[in-house]
Nanobody
Framework: QEPLAESGGGLVQSGGSLRLSCAAS????????TGWYRQTPGKQRELVAT???????KYSDSVKGRFTISRDRAKNTVNLQMNSLKPEDTGVYYC??????????????WGQGTQVTVSS
């Protein structure tokens, strides 16, 4: 079983919404931070939103107020609701988990990535 498995993504018009979901193993979900990164054309992979296992959330400035990260304990999933999407949000979105409950030691696992394309 892959530690992280993403679903969602696709093509949407500017201003639209998409929801990404990442299924994590029980061990990861309970004791690791989880979150989302993205790689947009011409840029390095960057943080989008993360949460610690204790529920402390961080958003990048570029998505604050538009994206919402949440955890579903019943399904062991971490979700990213993306509203008011812009063409510059286009990229490959990766689910990630940290080495510990917080993110100070960086990313331990990456998902396979899912494409999000926002047309103007």
């Amino acid at each position: 079983q892959e530690p992280l498995a993403e679903s969602g993504g696709g093509l949407v018009q500017s201003g639209g919404s998409l929801r990404l979901s990442c299924a994590a193993s029980d061990g990861i979900f309970r004791s690791r931070g989880t979150g989302w990164y993205r790689q947009t054309p011409g840029k390095q992979r960057e943080l989008v939103a993360t949460t610690t296992c204790g529920g402390i959330i961080k958003y990048s400035d570029s998505v604050k107020g538009r994206f919402t990260i949440s955890r579903d304990r019943a399904k062991n999933t971490v979700n990213l609701q993306m509203n008011s999407l812009k063409p510059e949000d286009t990229g490959v979105y990766y689910c990630a988990s940290s080495y510990g409950c917080s993110w100070h030691m960086g990313v331990q696992y990456w998902g396979q990535g899912t494409q999000v394309t926002v047309s103007s």
